[in-house]
């Protein structure tokens, strides 16, 4: 059975950073891509970053660009994602994802549970 948990969010204000991490349990984790999507209220849930198998070729939505950083570590089967330069528009609950293939591409398999960020003065 995989599992993924998310920990690292908070409140923190505008322009801070903060760092997001999800354990993976159940399943080979480095052969599978792994990503990051959000849910703020009232929206529906969005890409927001994706890393191969490998974590040699990532991905991300534009909203995100130059601020955020995904990697892994298939050593440990973590996953981390760096967020600088917050905005209030990034507040959000942030969930892991682990897909079906090499590529974060087409819907993930897994999800975790969340973990809330909230971007605040």
């Known amino acids: 059975q995989v599992q993924l948990v998310e920990s690292g969010g908070g409140l923190v204000q505008p322009g801070g950073s903060l760092r997001l991490s999800c354990a993976a349990s159940?399943?080979?984790?480095?052969?599978?891509?792994m990503g990051w999507f959000r849910q703020a209220p009232g929206k529906e849930r969005e890409f927001v970053s994706g890393?191969?198998?490998?974590?040699?070729?990532?991905s991300y939505a534009d909203s995100v660009k130059g601020r955020f950083t995904i990697s892994r570590d298939n050593a440990k089967n973590t996953m981390s994602l760096q967020m600088n330069s917050l905005k209030p528009e990034d507040t959000a609950v942030y969930y892991c994802?682990?897909?079906?293939?090499?590529?974060?591409?087409?819907?993930?398999?897994?999800w975790g549970q969340g973990t809330q960020v909230t971007v605040s003065s």
């Open positions: 159940g399943r080979t984790f480095s052969s599978y891509a």
């Open positions: 890393i191969n198998w490998r974590g040699g070729s990532t």
């Open positions: 994802a682990q897909y079906s293939g090499l590529l974060p591409t087409g819907y993930p398999d897994y």
